[in-house]
């Protein structure tokens, strides 16, 4: 089931663990089945895809993950359809790896250098943390004598009984070029290792080698591997980008595309002729990675394959949200180029989204009361139409406009206090957060506009307190209201000395 922009592999999957696992949290609520097993997984950890070279090749493409609760080890076969990911479980009525030893806490997994899997077993009788334990664990653990012995942890090695284990690599010593024929091993430690220390060498005698391998459309692994060690020497060129581009494996096409984006604009805009080519590619992920990439390359010709493109898979899983993440900063030009005759309302609906003006106030955690959170909701509406033009998005305050407000005393304090701004304004000289601003313009009072309301102003209030990590309580509408009649018979705007005297 679709969440968000994932998909699930597998969820709530039926478990066989190889013993009764009473020893978890909610044992007593429904969790265990009559037989006294876990039903499904409630501490997933430690996944790894097997990228080894010493199981049979049917296990490539082979997840694992740990389920410490349970005891065991589960296997998942990893397919993949039209750019898409689906998993299931090729055993039946039985895991890959399962323990009558109830303080078998299997939790993290790891493709090892000869091939095999490496296990980290915890070997811990408690697994739950203390301070979350419900009675009923308590008393379980405490009947099991649970709390002995912490300090047993194992690690195994999972190798597969038809073949021996592989060659240990001989890395140590070696120059970054030797180390590039690594790039293409069948062994994923051996190419990510590889990878990582030519990258952590700097060393640009290795760019030939490279390149001749980023061009070697024979080994795709190799290929998408070099590409990367260019990007992160700093190496990318166009000639290695375009010869991947016309790579027969998809996912060596996918990284090429990917990776163009980091490419000089005038070295990018020679590649359009390619991607155009590719455009109409047979495989998904090819065509969903130019609707994610486009966005961020030079020029209308980009935008307009990037319309060709949703014209076509508008429908498919994920592209409009890929074309709207790439588009960042583009999606007024976009919305131009696409026209009135595109009328996709998803798409549509997410351009207005992007183009909607709004504060930075979402990165921060949002109001956990619902009361609270709808509030702040109109408050933010209310501070960009009228706030933020001299405050800023981000709450950071505009140079000569007004002085910031995230992290501000002055908002952050009494809520009377920020009331009194609010109803009657202020003038500088003022003092925020140890710095001094002197805006030349007055912050106006909204005591005698019509068009604001006690509890619009509350509104404006509360989203002030909370947002950008202030972090503060809601402002009620008869907060402003007792304010108000406090400040009937003032005319002028407050001074910072005047208004911490009369709000404290």
């Known amino acids: ?18 013993r009764v696992t009473p020893g978890v949290n909610r044992g007593g609520e429904g ?19 097997y990228r080894g070279d010493q ?63 490496i296990l980290i077993d915890l070997y811990h009788g408690i697994v739950q943390h203390k301070a979350y334990l419900t009675p009923y ?45 690594f790039l293409a091993h069948a ?19 290795a760019v030939p080698a490279l390149g001749t391998m980023a061009t070697d459309n024979t080994k795709p692994l190799g290929q998408i591997h070099a590409l990367w060690t260019l990007e992160g020497l700093g190496a990318l060129n166009a000639k290695v980008i375009a010869a991947a581009l016309d790579s027969e494996d998809p996912y060596a096409v996918e990284t090429a595309i990917r ?70 900063g583009r999606e007024a030009r976009f919305r131009q180029i696409i026209g009135s005759d595109f009328d996709d309302a998803k798409l549509n609906g997410y351009l207005d989204e992007c183009l909607r003006p709004k504060t930075t106030a979402a990165a921060y955690p949002p109001p956990r009361n619902k009361e609270h959170l709808a509030s702040f909701e109109r408050g933010e509406a209310l501070f960009v139409k009228n706030c933020m033009a001299c405050h800023g998005a981000d709450g950071g305050g505009l140079e000569l406009l007004g002085p910031p407000l995230a992290g501000s005393e002055w908002v952050t304090g009494t809520p009377k206090r920020l009331a009194a701004i609010l109803l009657q ?23 005698q506009n019509p068009d604001f309301s006690d509890s619009a102003l509350a509104d404006i209030a509360t989203f002030t307190r909370h947002a950008w990590g202030n ?26 000395g005047e208004l911490e005297k009369a709000y404290p």
Not at 187 to 205: E, F, H, P, V, Y
Not at 479 to 484: G, W
């Open 55 to 117: 199981f049979p090749p049917e296990f490539r493409d082979t997840a694992f993950f740990c389920e410490p609760s349970a005891n065991l080890v589960r296997m998942l076969r990893v397919t993949e359809s039209d750019g898409l990911l689906a998993g299931e479980t090729p055993l039946t009525g039985r895991e890959f790896l399962a323990s009558t030893d109830e303080r078998f806490r299997p939790v993290n997994l790891f493709t090892a250098p000869d091939g095999s899997l």
């Open 1 to 18: 089931k679709p969440t968000g922009n994932s998909v699930n592999i597998s969820y709530r999957d039926k478990l066989f663990p190889a």
């Open 425 to 447: 304004g202020m003038m500088g000289p003022i003092r925020v957060a140890g710095k001094d601003y002197n805006p030349p313009t007055v912050m106006p009072g909204l005591k």
């Open 471 to 496: 972090a503060k309580d809601a402002v009620k509408a008869a907060t402003l209201s007792e304010v108000r009649k406090e400040l009937a018979d003032r005319d002028t705007v407050f001074t910072s």
């Open 259 to 328: 990776l163009a984006e980091f490419l000089p604009a005038s070295d990018a805009a020679a590649l359009m002729s390619a991607l155009e080519k590719i455009s109409d590619h047979p495989h998904a992920a090819v065509r969903r990675q130019l609707a994610a990439s486009l966005g961020r390359l030079p020029g209308d010709e980009a935008l307009m394959l990037l319309k060709r493109i949703l014209t076509r898979d508008i429908n498919q899983p994920f592209f409009r949200e890929a074309a709207i993440h790439g588009l960042a």
């Open 137 to 181: 664990l308590k008393e379980h653990i405490a009947r099991r004598n649970l709390e002995s012995d912490p300090q047993l942890g194992r690690i195994y090695r999972i190798k597969h009984r038809g073949g021996p284990l592989k060659e240990t690599p001989r890395m140590l010593g070696k120059s970054a070029t030797e180390l590039v024929p």
């Open 187 to 205: 062994n994923g430690w051996w190419r990510d290792t590889a990878q990582q220390r030519i990258i952590d060498s700097g060393d640009l005698s």
């Open 31 to 49: 969790d265990l089945d009559e037989n006294g097993h876990l039903k499904a997984a409630t501490a997933a950890c430690g996944p790894v895809v």
